[in-house]
């Protein structure tokens, strides 16, 4: 299957549980939105060239609040993926409570090819494609960073949007982005590029210490945990670990360069030093290399996938032996490995909730900047900011977790049928179904 089919495969299965009338999961199905456009940008050579780019908005109830989601710079964008991660952003957002519609898009290119200027250039060029069809705004389509950009991406498409729009209308131009730069006249917000990891952290010690989970003789000394990928979120997870589960002993971690393994644990705050010097996991003295296929069917009791979509599929779900799978990635598993891991009893803590700490927090940033009274935003300090997060998210694993217990279901079906039940009678309402 597509990757937008595993997704719309499990918006079916939920919706086969609850029993939800055709007419709202056809609309749970479509998509409001699906652009592309070849842009043309100026290289420092001279020469013009022309990049694809993609955005994507799945179908919303909230007809006075924006679609919202990642920008990606990656070289294997195409609409299967961004249909799927679109569908998936509306799913986390009414899970968490957030008003918003899912989007997703970005630029077919390798950003690590081309200079700064370069990447400035083609960001500009692509906000000037979107806001010509007014696709960008505040209240219309609010980007964050992805795979491959970063806060300063997103300040460049904050002042080239500000640019065009400044004298056409009094717009609040900060919350055409969120995971902008923090500091004085970027008006980022402390944490946003730590929520996902911290998020993950947070569901995860919720799941340990108040729900039965797979880990028999959960204690300091016999819980592993391996995370494939170790960029902003696998790091993260890694470096909360360390802080706040201290008995969690991480014995592998990979990047798109390979992987390394420690049976005794590796050094944490040793491995992020030799990361952010040579810019990769690989070859980290008193490790031993392994592959990302490898790391993924270690042995270790959790699992964090963190990297892209479908790595765990039919074919080697079989070889997993964690006894959980904390979703770091977007879409990582696919519903026929699903239906492996579930004959093995692997609790599977799926991405729509256990990731949702990424824009929940681009929620705390876009209400600060479109001036919303919310009482779930908190003051903008990172320990404010990671502690409103943590509150909202380990509500949410206790609402899924009821859900579970109520249908007699998995994690999974459990977390879309919470999503879907959310925003059905906003659905029903707009369209006057009874």
């Known amino acids: 299957m597509s990757q937008v089919d595993n997704v719309l495969v499990r918006i079916e299965n939920a919706a086969k549980t609850i029993n939800l009338d055709s007419e709202t999961l056809d609309t749970l199905k479509s998509f409001k939105l699906v652009w592309t456009c070849d842009l043309e940008a100026r290289m ?17 109830p909230h007809v006075d609040q924006p679609h919202k989601g990642g920008l990606r710079y990656h070289q294997d964008i195409n609409e299967d993926i961004m249909k799927a991660h679109a569908a998936e952003m509306s799913l986390k957002s009414w899970i968490m409570g ?25 960001t500009e060029k692509l906000v000037d494609e979107m806001d ?31 640019q065009r729009r400044r004298s056409f209308e009094d717009a609040r131009f900060a919350a055409v982005v969120t995971g902008k730069p923090v500091g004085y006249g970027f008006d980022g917000i402390p944490g946003r590029n730590e929520a996902t990891g911290c998020g993950l952290v947070a569901v995860l010690e919720k799941i340990l210490e108040d729900h039965k989970v797979p880990i028999n003789g959960f204690n300091a000394d016999n819980v592993t945990l391996a995370i494939m990928g170790f960029g902003n979120v696998g790091s993260h997870v890694a470096e909360f670990v360390g802080k706040q589960c201290p008995s969690l002993k991480i014995v592998a971690v990979s990047d798109v360069r390979g992987g390394i393994y420690n049976k005794n ?5 040793r491995l992020i030093e030799y990361v952010n010097s040579e810019k990769s996991v690989v070859g980290l ?57 579930e004959s093995k009893n692997i609790l599977v803590i799926p991405d729509i909730l256990a990731n949702a700490g990424g824009v929940t927090v681009s929620f705390f940033e876009w209400a600060r900047n479109v001036s919303i009274k919310d009482e ?59």
């Open 98 to 122: 957030l008003g918003w519609g899912g989007a997703k898009g970005g630029i077919a290119i390798d950003p690590t090819k081309y200079s700064r200027q370069e990447l400035k250039n083609i």
């Open 285 to 341: 003295p008193g490790s031993t290399p392994i592959t990302n296929d490898e790391l993924l069917e270690i042995n270790c009791d959790i699992l964090v996938p963190a990297a892209l979509e479908n790595v765990i599929k039919v074919d080697n779900a079989s070889r997993v032996k964690a006894k959980v799978i904390l979703e770091g990635a977007n879409g990582p598993t696919t519903p026929e490995a699903d239906e492996v891991l």
């Open 132 to 162: 010509e069809r007014t696709i960008l705004g505040p209240f219309r389509d609010v980007p964050a960073p992805d795979v491959g950009t970063n806060p300063e991406v997103m300040n460049w498409i904050r002042q080239r949007y500000a």
């Open 265 to 269: 644990g590796l050094d944490v705050p």
């Open 376 to 434: 779930r935003v908190p003051l903008s300090r990172i320990d404010k900011v990671l502690k409103a997060l943590q509150k909202m998210i380990t509500h949410s694993v206790d609402e899924v977790f009821e859900t579970a217990r109520v249908y007699r279901t998995n994690l999974r079906n459990a977390a879309y049928i919470t999503a879907i039940k959310r925003a059905t009678p906003l659905f029903k309402a707009k369209h006057l179904v009874d």
């Open 44 to 60: 420092d050579n001279g020469i013009l060239k022309r990049f694809k780019a993609i955005r994507i908005w799945h179908r919303s």
